[in-house]
């Protein structure tokens, strides 16, 4: 593993570049990766169990 010391900025240009020289499919992919995977995380919001769930089941 390397160890590499960068500004925000330069880590952000690196992050883009990578990204755009994906094609647009993997572009897409990679996005649904990422949503899949973002419950991994760090963050500092609390989970609220006061939502409610529409859920929508069809006549049968």
């Known amino acids: 593993m390397q160890v590499?010391?960068?500004t925000k900025d330069e880590?952000?240009?690196e992050q883009e570049r990578?990204?755009?020289a994906l094609s647009p499919?993997?572009?897409v992919y990679s996005f649904?990766?990422?949503m899949q995977n973002i419950?991994?995380?760090p963050t500092?919001?609390?989970e609220s169990?006061?939502?409610f769930i529409i859920q929508i089941t069809t006549g049968k």
Do not use: G, I, S
């Open 39 to 41: 419950h991994r995380f």
């Open 44 to 46: 500092k919001a609390k």
């Open 18 to 20: 990578d990204f755009l």
């Open 4 to 6: 590499q010391f960068r």
């Open 25 to 27: 499919t993997e572009r």
């Open 11 to 13: 880590a952000n240009m």
């Open 49 to 51: 169990h006061d939502n």
């Open 32 to 34: 649904l990766d990422l």
